[in-house]
């Protein structure tokens, strides 16, 4: 990661030489970032728009391992994952603020590399840094990012708006991240075992990037837009398909029957579950980290996703009366359970 780089303690450029050190080449390219870091706070317009915000906390040892996570990465991932909830209300991000928590363990070089990620990943997505904080932390690195965006309000999307008979849709494929983290998890065991030992991961460069460089769906709200397609409910899915859609149920007091055979699965990822003795299908409905949008459209605006590559329709809504079921490959009824990670457990 760094070891092998030289290394300049943080303490040398003490909180405020850091902040500049970190932010000397950032420049805001929306003309809604009034004003970015150097004040007291940023000053935003977005001229009647609704403004839309979202905080995500990343911790070591729970959200991420620095063991087969390279810093550069995690600093992509961060920004993504944050800019996927703005996406999830069907509104189109502009800015972030991202704040650092770091030991005495990471030299200057280190966080210079989580930020490099970062400032890829903002300018990938147009989408500006305008602030933060940075702090001394014992409990390993952490990693705040608070992201903020816009819409018309008409255009944006609740959880709580399904309604019955709506279909049930979903952008990319799903489980590829946890199969992903499956595969980078053997590999550290097989490392500590024997660190002579290298990693093993050719031909797996597909799901082992879900992991570790997930890619909001900005292209997909502004597919639907194009389209001329307003989803009714929408949400992202970072804790699991079946967790997402029973969130969308639940806040839109109805149930649904989502299908087995519909739910999109890449080929890798069900070969690499298949490897770990693990079912695809439940990999997709409990895994998480995917990122992609659940969404729900009316059956009038079908004919305008069906032949979208990045869009599958797995199943749609029901009156509240009939449940929330899982259509089995066999055509067997299974209530659909909420299995996806718990930051508690």
Known sequence: MFENKEKTEISKLGEFGLIEFLTRNIEVSNSS??????DDAAV??????????????????IHFDLAYTPLKHLGYKAIQVNLSDIYAMNGIATQVTVSLGFSSKFPLEA???LYEGMLIACKKYNVDIVGGDTTSSKQGLV???????YADEQDICYRNTAAEGDLICVSGDLGGAYVGLQLLEREKKIFLENPKIQPDLEGKDYIVERQLKPEARRDIVLQLKEMGVKPTSMIDISDGLSSELIHICTQSDKGCNLY????PLDPMTYETAREFNLDPTVCALSGGEDYELLFTIKQDDYDKVKNNPDITTIGHITEKSAGMNLISKSGVVH???????NSFS
Do not use: P
């Open 111 to 113: 966080v210079e590399e």
């Open 260 to 263: 087995e055979d519909k739910i």
């Open 44 to 61: 935003l317009d977005f001229g009647g728009k609704k403004a839309l915000i979202s905080t995500d906390l990343l911790l070591e040892g």
């Open 335 to 341: 209530t659909l359970k909420a299995q996806g990670w």
């Open 33 to 38: 970032s009034l004003k970015g870091i150097g």
């Open 143 to 149: 990693i705040s990012v608070t992201s903020i965006g």
